[in-house]
């Protein structure tokens, strides 16, 4: 076992793995625990791992991740109902209203977000929030690429259909 070479390669998707786990756990201290025992399980297992890039690594650590997550859900019985409260980064100098335009835009998207089911959040967060691949989505799930194309279809439409209502109401 390489342990610089774990460093090098899997480590700097730390944010990468967490962002994951909050989406899916809706639950910042439980995703923290769930990347540490994610990261442990990682870690002990690297010597199996096949990745020779680090974009290779990233997909393996978040399916290793992802069973973590998956294996919390299903002790916890259900997902959490803990919300998701992000704060909003610097506007660049937007007026008062335009933050709070774009403040509420953003809580609703979360919201809309969260309210996904499970396989078509996942989704969404690799593919849109963490840039991967449908490749590299589809490795992560372990499902094929066309599988990873329909949930995402799926998903940007019921995102549309809960943004398009809450505009409206």
Known sequence: MDRALFEEMVLPHLNAAYNMSRWMTRD???AEDIVQEAFLKAFRAFGTCEAKTAAEARAWLLAVVRNTCLTWLRKKGAAT????????HGTGGADGESVLLNRAALGALQGCVEALPSEFREAVVLREIEEMSYKEVAEVLGVPVGTVMSRLARARRRLQDCMGGRRTA
């Open 81 to 88: 109902t803990t919300e998701f409260n992000e704060e909003v």
């Open 28 to 30: 910042g201290g439980e």
